[in-house]
């Protein structure tokens, strides 16, 4: 993260609070560009509008199917203070598509846990403050203090046993392959959002 001031920081934060908007009305807003051949962004190439339409099918499934277990259950429950929790995406990306719903159905869970969604490219001074290894890797989830809208963690682009497989493989052969990535997303199909559970668990004990 780039060195800011404090108050630059929550200034950053509020701008684009302002113009985030629920996980319900960003699901809306991609089925529609599904069905629009449309995708969100600048770039309206034919492959991102191909990524929109099958990312629309993918939420639509993981809302239906995620399962979150009692004990999980139980542990979202007992977060006891207000949070926010503000995500950058984009329609195209594939680790978002899967991710999203795993967030949205953990965070309603907890009336404490406000859930907002914001665009990566119309909130650049935002993205730029959250960076993954210097990319703009997306979705970042920032967990913010309700109280004082302080940052108390982050999340993503990817569960933690999904960071591993793309850092060995890129470690191994340089960078990802259109076979890994498939590879990757049957490993979202079989871990059906568990891994991000956890993970989204473990930062809001911390």
């Known amino acids: 993260m780039k060195t800011i001031q404090?108050?630059?920081?929550?200034?950053?934060?509020?701008?684009?609070?302002?113009?985030?908007?629920?996980?319900?009305?960003?699901?809306?807003?991609?089925?529609?560009?599904?069905?629009?051949?449309?995708?969100?962004?600048?770039?309206?190439?034919?492959?991102?509008?191909?990524?929109t339409m099958l990312n629309d099918r993918r939420m639509k499934r993981w809302d239906k199917t995620v399962k979150i277990s009692e004990k999980a259950k139980e542990k979202a429950s007992n977060l006891n203070k207000e949070v926010t929790w503000l995500v950058l995406t984009e329609s195209w990306c594939g680790d978002a598509a899967h991710l999203m719903p795993v967030m949205n159905k953990l965070a309603s869970l907890n009336d404490k846990i406000d859930f907002k969604v914001v665009l990566r490219d119309?909130?650049?001074?935002?993205?730029?403050?959250?960076?993954?290894?210097?990319?703009?890797?997306?979705?970042?989830?920032?967990?913010?203090?309700?109280?004082?809208?302080?940052?108390?963690?982050?999340?993503?682009?990817?569960?933690?046993e999904a960071t591993k497989l793309v850092d060995d493989y890129k470690a191994e052969h340089g960078e990802l392959t259109p076979e890994f990535k498939e590879d990757l997303q049957q490993w979202y199909n079989k871990d059906k959002g568990q891994n991000a559970i956890e993970d989204l668990l473990d930062l809001m004990r911390a």
Do not use: C, H, W
Not at 32 to 40: E, G
């Open 6 to 51: 404090q108050t630059d920081l929550n200034k950053i934060i509020a701008d684009s609070l302002e113009k985030s908007t629920s996980y319900g009305d960003y699901r809306d807003l991609v089925r529609q560009l599904s069905m629009d051949k449309a995708t969100t962004g600048e770039a309206q190439t034919e492959a991102l509008i191909n990524y």
């Open 122 to 160: 119309e909130n650049e001074a935002l993205m730029n403050q959250f960076l993954t290894n210097g990319g703009k890797s997306i979705p970042k989830l920032i967990m913010l203090d309700g109280a004082t809208g302080e940052v108390i963690n982050t999340f993503g682009p990817r569960p933690k």
